[in-house]
C-alpha cells in the first residue's frame, strides 16, 4: 500500500479524495498498489467529513512520518506551498501538484531538487486541469521536434468570448453571468488580463523548449478591448475571437505570447466554446495534434492530480525525468514576430490607412457603421507598432492566427 498526503482540502484537494474514495480500485489496478490518504494538511477542521479524522494541521506530521511517499499539493500561492514542496523532496517524497503559479515561478528547480532526492515532481494538472497534455508531451510524442503550441487555456475568458459571441452581449454584462456561475472569480483580474494562460504557456514553452521560460518573459494581453463590434467583423470573415497562449520556434528565434486572436473557422481552435480548453502542439513528425476537454473544475483537475499519484507510484524508487532543465531560456522579443493584423479606425482615416499600411484589405460588417476597417499584409510586431501610433481615432486591433 501506498500511503499519501494532501495539502489542502479545498476545491481540487477533497477532488482527490472524492477520486480515491469512488475510483479506489480502478486506481489500485493502474498503479499496481492501493493508494490510501494518511493525512490531509489543512488550517480548518471538517466536522462531519468522511475524512475527518485525517486532517492535521501541522506539516511537520507529514514530513516526518516515513510511511508517507507522495504529496499531493492543491493549496495553490508560493508561499507556504513552494517551501513544504521543498521540503518534502528533500526528504525522499515525491510530490504532485495543480498549482499552475508555482510550477510556473519553480517547476524547474523543483524538478531538479526531486532528481537529486531519487524523487518525481510532477505536475499534469497545472495546465489544462484533467487534459492529459504535459504527460504526452514528456512520454508519447516526446521524441517529436515540436516547433509549435497554440491553446485555449483558460476557461473563463473562453466562457466570456463565447457568451459575446453568440448572444451578442457586452463584456461586463457576461463577466458578472460568469462571476455568478462560478466561472470567474470575484477578483477576475487573473482570468481576463490573461495572468493565468501566461503561467500555463510558460509551463507548455518550457517542456517545449527543455528550458526555463521565466512567465515574466512572456508578452500577455487579456481580453477586456474586445467588443461587440469585434466580433461583428469576425463573423464578416468567418473567424472566431479567442484567447490564445502559444509558442513557437521560427526563424531560429523562440517566440511565446498570450492575447486574443481572430481565428478561422476551419481551424479546430474556433470551435472550443465554453468553459473548455484545447491545446495544439505541432511536431515535425507527427504533425497537429489537439488535446481537448474541461480546463478546470474539481472532478478533472483531480483526476489528474491522482493520474500524477499512479504514475509515481508504477516509478516507486526512480526519478521520473522531463525534458526540463533549469536554465533560462532564451525568448525572443515580439517585437521580431511576423503576422497580419484587423484594425479599426474612424472612417475619415481610411486614406491615412491606405498609405501606412501597403497593401491592406477593408473589411465590413454589416452592424458597424462610421468605421474603416482592414487588414494588414504580414509585418513584423515592431514595424506595426511604429505605423499604428501614427494613425489617429484607432478603435482596436487583433492579431490573426
Not at 466561472?183 to 494562460?197: F, M
Not at 504533425?287 to 481537448?292: A, F, L, S
Request: negative net charge; contains cysteine.
Amino acid at each position: 500500500m501506498t500511503k499519501i498526503a494532501v495539502l489542502g482540502y479545498g476545491t481540487v484537494g477533497s477532488g482527490v479524495a472524492k477520486v480515491l474514495d469512488e475510483n479506489g480500485a480502478q486506481v489500485a489496478d493502474s498503479a499496481g498498489d492501493k493508494v490510501e490518504i494518511k493525512y490531509i494538511l489543512d488550517l480548518r477542521d471538517f466536522p462531519g467529513d468522511k475524512h475527518e479524522s485525517q486532517v492535521v494541521h501541522d506539516i511537520d506530521v507529514i514530513l516526518n512520518d516515513p510511511e508517507v511517499e507522495v504529496i499531493c499539493e492543491t493549496m495553490g500561492g508560493i508561499e507556504p506551498a513552494f517551501t513544504f514542496e521543498k521540503n518534502a523532496l528533500m526528504k525522499g517524497k515525491s510530490v504532485c501538484t495543480s498549482n499552475k503559479e508555482l510550477v510556473a515561478a519553480h517547476g524547474p528547480e523543483l524538478v531538479e531538487l526531486a532528481k537529486k532526492n531519487n524523487a518525481s515532481y510532477l505536475f499534469e494538472a497545472s495546465v489544462g486541469g484533467g487534459i492529459p497534455v504535459l504527460r504526452s508531451m514528456n512520454d508519447s510524442i516526446r521524441h517529436e521536434k515540436v516547433d509549435s503550441i497554440t491553446g485555449i487555456l483558460n476557461g473563463t475568458t473562453n466562457y466570456i468570448l463565447t457568451k459575446m459571441d453568440q448572444e451578442g452581449a457586452d463584456f461586463d454584462s457576461v463577466l458578472k453571468v460568469a462571476q455568478d456561475k462560478g466561472y470567474a472569480e470575484r477578483n477576475p483580474e487573473a482570468d481576463i488580463e490573461g495572468h493565468d494562460a501566461c503561467r500555463k504557456t510558460a509551463i507548455l514553452a518550457s517542456i517545449m523548449s527543455g528550458q526555463f521560460v521565466k512567465y515574466e518573459d512572456i508578452y500577455t494581453e487579456g481580453i477586456t478591448k474586445i467588443t461587440g463590434e469585434d466580433f461583428e467583423y469576425a463573423k464578416s470573415l468567418k473567424m472566431a475571437i479567442k484567447l490564445l497562449g502559444s509558442c513557437k520556434r521560427e526563424n531560429g528565434k523562440f517566440f511565446a505570447m498570450v492575447a486574443p486572436f481572430l481565428i478561422p473557422f476551419d481551424n479546430s481552435l474556433a470551435t472550443v466554446n465554453g468553459v473548455f480548453n484545447a491545446i495544439d502542439v505541432h511536431g515535425n513528425m507527427l504533425g497537429d495534434v489537439m488535446y481537448y476537454g474541461k480546463g478546470a473544475g474539481k472532478e478533472a483537475t483531480a483526476s489528474a492530480v491522482v493520474a500524477d499519484v499512479i504514475d509515481i507510484v508504477k516509478h516507486k524508487g526512480r526519478h521520473i525525468d522531463w525534458n526540463l532543465r533549469n536554465v533560462p531560456a532564451e525568448v525572443a522579443s515580439k517585437d521580431d514576430d511576423v503576422r497580419c493584423f484587423f484594425v479599426r479606425t474612424d472612417a475619415g482615416n481610411a486614406d491615412k490607412a491606405k498609405a501606412l499600411f501597403d497593401g491592406l484589405k477593408e473589411v465590413k460588417a454589416d452592424k458597424v457603421s462610421g468605421e474603416f476597417a482592414f487588414i494588414t499584409k504580414e509585418i513584423t510586431e515592431k514595424d506595426f507598432e511604429a505605423k499604428l501610433s501614427e494613425l489617429t481615432g484607432v478603435k482596436g486591433y487583433i492579431r490573426m492566427l
